[in-house]
């Protein structure tokens, strides 16, 4: 394994380790091993006592958190150890988390996902694989290991006019103020004010920002409809 693997690279050896083990895995940790040293700042491993008949009373534990803290959602601050129920966002948990891990636990066996949902407020998506402990009987933990795609915070009005649109498009394949407005026909003063109020309208601190913001809007409309076609296709 390279010192800073990837999400597929670090899931596969984690699967591969449970299924090699003799049931049933007492020791997290030691399932996991050294796993967390070749792990990138992106990515967080984390432990859930599921012991309790009641999901809220699940114990969440970090066994390694995200490396790089962000300025408009503090994961570590919001989400400490502890009993779920004691977690800020109820939503969040009832929607992205209850749901999965009771689904791992039920099917005794490693899940992989895509998590898009919302914290707080912010649209956040993370690739999960879910491990619960490997025994005959009943789980009695589980844990999770994630990897970062996005978090940011989506504007109320998050529509491009025909013009944004391919200006946004044209900044993408790493064109300039100047030679977009050669393309559309426009002056450069009309492109460079056309950027700037979409700066101003999406909270974008630099162009590069504002690329990086409607990208990710765009990456999450498509894979939400996805998502909605992939659960068309299994209810036919």
């Known amino acids: 394994m390279t010192s800073k693997s990837t999400f597929n690279s670090i899931s596969q050896t984690l699967i591969d380790n449970w299924l090699d083990a003799t049931s049933p895995i007492e020791d997290p940790e030691t399932f996991c091993g050294k796993i967390s040293e070749t792990m990138s700042l992106k990515m967080s491993l984390n432990f859930i006592d599921t012991r309790s008949d009641d999901p809220l009373d699940w114990y969440f534990r970090r066994i390694k958190p995200y490396g790089i803290n962000s300025r408009i959602l503090n994961l570590k601050k919001m989400f400490p150890d502890g009993p779920l129920r004691n977690l800020p966002d109820r939503t969040y948990l009832l929607d992205a988390v209850i749901p999965h891990y009771s689904c791992a636990l039920s099917l005794r066996k490693p899940l992989i996902d895509l998590v898009l949902t919302k914290i707080a407020g912010i649209d956040v998506g993370y690739d999960r694989l879910l491990i619960p402990q490997k025994t005959n009987g009943r789980a009695e933990w589980c844990v999770s290991f994630t990897e970062g795609r996005f978090l940011f915070k989506t504007p109320v009005d998050a529509k491009l006019d025909p013009v944004e649109e391919v200006i946004i498009r044209l900044l993408m394949e790493g064109e300039t103020a100047k030679e977009i407005a ?27 920002h504002l690329t990086a913001k409607l990208f990710s809007i765009h990456l999450v409309r498509r894979m939400a409809e996805d998502r909605i076609i992939s659960a068309g296709q299994r209810e036919d």
């Open 182 to 208: 050669v393309e559309l026909g426009l002056s450069q003063r009309t492109i460079e004010h056309r950027i700037d109020k979409m700066k101003i309208r999406y909270e974008a601190r630099n162009v590069v």
